[in-house]
């Protein structure tokens, strides 16, 4: 007598394609799909950090009509910077002051882009276009979604930071050795270092009074000071805020 549908042997066939099914969605896994990558609609992001990427001039070594900068920072995972000469093709980040730098990142879809996509991809900082310096490689197969560059090592003391004037990315390698290739957002951050008047001088006790004795200065022989109040500091002795 032949199967029928509720057979062992149908129900594993019916069983394996749905496998298979999964495995189909799964082809990205560990990645998000992004409505936009606009980094204040991030809550993956800790909330001590700030997207410092338009304080900066940027510059491609070559582009596409449509697919430049102004395509590349859109915060639409819809659209990229596309290049358009040999490898390997460099994206600059000019700051005007150096900036400590505490994350970097990279948009790459692979579903989209295919061969476009980079395979290895260079980084590269210093104060001017003279000096730059490596401080990391990254090298992946098929990404999804946010790449985020290894900043271990690079600040004193060995902390995740990176200081510097410049940042270059460079795209060295393609999947499928691509020619071109296709970015869709990078994204540089740096910590929210302001400090309160108050914090950092010790407004405790004695140590409160001595510092509003050095604020007010000969004031104190003038008059009767009230050493509880807190001194009204001028802004530029506050720690410098990046806005």
């Known amino acids: 007598m032949d199967d029928q549908d509720g057979s062992p042997d149908a129900d594993a066939g019916t069983l394996q394609e749905m496998v298979d099914d999964v495995d189909e969605l799964g082809d990205g896994a560990g990645s998000e799909d992004f409505s936009t990558l606009d980094p204040t609609q991030d809550p993956t992001l800790p909330p001590n950090i700030r997207e410092i990427s338009s304080l900066a001039s940027w510059a491609v070594s070559t582009s596409k009509p449509t697919c430049g900068l102004a395509a590349l920072r859109s915060h639409s ?3 990229y910077w596309q290049s358009d000469g040999p490898q390997p ?5 000019h700051f005007s002051k150096q900036v400590r730098v505490v994350k970097l990142r990279v948009y790459l879809d692979f579903r989209l882009d295919e061969s476009y996509t980079p395979t290895r991809m260079a980084f590269w900082a210093g104060t001017g276009l003279h000096d730059l310096i490596e401080f990391a490689e990254w090298r992946g197969e098929e990404p999804r979604g946010w790449v985020d560059v290894d900043l271990d090592g690079c600040g004193p003391g060995g902390k995740a930071e990176l200081r510097a004037f410049i940042v270059q990315v460079r795209v060295l390698e ?5 020619k071109d290739t296709h970015v869709r957002g990078v994204q540089i951050f740096a910590g929210e270092e302001r400090v309160g008047r108050a914090e950092g001088f010790g407004w405790e006790g004695k140590d409160r009074g001595n510092m509003a004795r050095k604020v007010v200065g000969a004031e104190e022989e003038e008059g009767e000071v009230n050493l509880n109040a807190e001194p009204d500091f001028p802004e530029w002795m506050d720690d410098p805020v990046i806005r």
Do not use: F, K, S
Request: neutral net charge; glycine residues 8%; hydrophobic residues 25%.
């Open 77 to 79: 995972p819809n659209q």
């Open 174 to 178: 393609n999947h499928q050795n691509g």
């Open 89 to 93: 093709h460099l994206l600059t980040i």
